[in-house]
């Protein structure tokens, strides 16, 4: 196997430290202070309160995360605090990879700014397993081209723990895993395929997630479920069309260094697998109707690669490598609005709607509608006027009320806000779902005679629990006209009929038995 003559590079820690910077800082910056944690963070943070080998949305990392918050204080700050160093540690695996194909201070330095800017700027601000999806990606293909570079085994190892690392922060992993197989088999690495250290280090990735596969097994495949239920609400919307332009668009000012890069390690026999790669996990995302962010950690990679390119193309015109950063400067500004919350909800939509952004689908949601506001931004606001309402009506009840009242919400996002927000610990602990993993965490024998219920509209004539109450009333609803949750009601159910809680209990109880063997 060949050496590359990329030894030579050192990395240039005053330039990546720099970065990492610039990446800690900047989305804390440019956040506007109205806004709330995001729907799935509300999730991942509740998951570290019930921490398992396994979830039935998600992998368990996020949630241990979610632990140490917890342990730490629970403050929002402290959530963020987490894909913010997970993306200044990006910052730097790509500032590495980029010394390892042989790139020297401007080569780092554009890199390192390709993680700053674009998609990544938003994924690094969320508290959601994409900074850690994207992490592991960049860990496991910088582990590879140190083993392309060295010929030391001990990089076959290190790569199995960071594709342990992938595992456990989200299965999409398997999509880089095989794709790095079949592109050894593709090129002239294929001869690792004689080397004993290769089965040793697979045999022990197999360890290493087998607690994860047991909890598989024991909850009946939960990953298989949450797949159908993907591809049943989302990812039937998915066009092919859209997933190839979503790759140029997410990472629009830097684009051009990416496509440099996949055009280097073609060029460069030894790196060539790494151009396999990607063209492999992208056709495999396609056939897979993965969804167009999925492939975002195969990219610190080839704007590494793309780094070294055109630092080696500029080698005889200082003047480019002043105008490039201020190309990829002005091509970021326009997009920030679009990336962070950076204002107040009225003046982002006046912007959205001035400059047509409607046009490029960043205001399109999950119903397939275009709104005022991206989802996720939308999905940042209301929760704390739903949880001061909710709790508010909950302590205006007799005590005689309250204590056989619960709390009970229509999905994970509801119930996790008003767990995170709820100022009582009482108020808190009788919060429920049966929405995604908080089904697990229902005990079986939870009593009721009043529900105060979090929904957007009031169940249906047919609805087997909520039609055995003797009386309704609506309480209150959000009203923040910019929130996704605009329009969800407080409903107070009140003197349940015997028959209620043995419907609840059953329906329950089915429930469960389907992640149970």
Known sequence: MLTASSQKARPYWPVILMLVAIKLTLPVLLQHEMYELQRDEYLYYQQGQHLSTGFLENPPLIALLGTITARMGGAEWMLKLWPLIFGALTVILTCLIATEFGGNRFAQFLAGLGIITGAFMRMHYLFQPNFLDIFSWTLALYFLLRFINTNRNIFLYLIALA?????????????????????????????????????????????????????????????????????????????????????????????????????????????????WTYLLVIILLLAGSGKSYYAMGIYPMLLAAGGVAIERFTFR???????????????????????????????????????????????????????????????????????????????????????????????????????????????????????????????????????????????????????????????????????????????????????????AAMGLQQMKQNFSR
């Not at 456990?168 to 080397?195: P, Q």
């Not at 790759?247 to 990416?258: D, N, R, S």
């Not at 002043?322 to 970021?332: F, S």
């Not at 965490?441 to 009043?450: G, L, R």
């Open 163 to 275: 594709i342990t690392i992938g595992w456990y922060s989200k299965y999409s992993i398997l999509f880089l895993a095989v794709a790095i197989a079949v592109s050894i088999l593709l090129t002239r690495h294929r001869k690792l395929v004689t080397n004993k250290h290769l089965y040793f280090s697979v045999g022990l990735l197999l360890i290493l997630i087998l607690p994860n596969i047991n909890w598989q097994y024991t909850h009946n495949w939960p990953l298989f479920h949450h797949m159908e239920e993907l591809q049943s609400t989302q990812l039937k919307f998915l066009s092919p069309l859209d997933f190839i332009k979503d790759q140029f668009l997410y990472l629009l000012p830097v684009v051009f260094v990416w496509i440099a890069g996949l055009y280097r390690v073609f060029k460069t026999k030894p790196f060539a697998v790494f151009g």
């Open 317 to 503: 015109y200082a003047w480019l490598r002043v105008a490039i950063p201020v190309i990829v400067l002005i091509l970021t500004l326009p997009f920030v609005p679009m990336l962070l919350p950076l204002w107040e909800p009225p003046k982002l939509a006046a912007f959205y709607e001035k400059h047509d952004v409607e046009k490029t689908g960043l205001l399109k949601w999950e119903d397939q509608e275009n709104h005022a506001l991206p989802q996720d931004f939308a999905d940042m606001l209301g929760w704390k006027e739903l949880t001061e309402k909710t709790e508010n009506f909950y302590h205006s009840l007799p005590d005689s009320i309250k204590k056989d009242a619960i709390i009970f919400a229509d999905n994970y996002g509801h119930a996790g806000a008003l767990q995170f927000y709820g100022k009582d610990e009482d108020f808190r602990s009788k919060v429920y779902t049966d929405n995604g993993s908080n089904l697990l965490w229902i005990p079986d024998d939870f009593n009721f005679k009043h529900i105060v219920l979090i929904n957007r509209d009031k169940p249906g004539a047919d609805d087997e629990v909520f039609n055995h109450f003797e009386k309704f009333t609506i309480i209150d609803s959000v009203s923040n006209e910019y929130s996704r949750q605009l329009g969800d009601k407080i409903f107070f159910y009140q003197n349940a009929k015997p028959e209620a809680m043995k419907i």
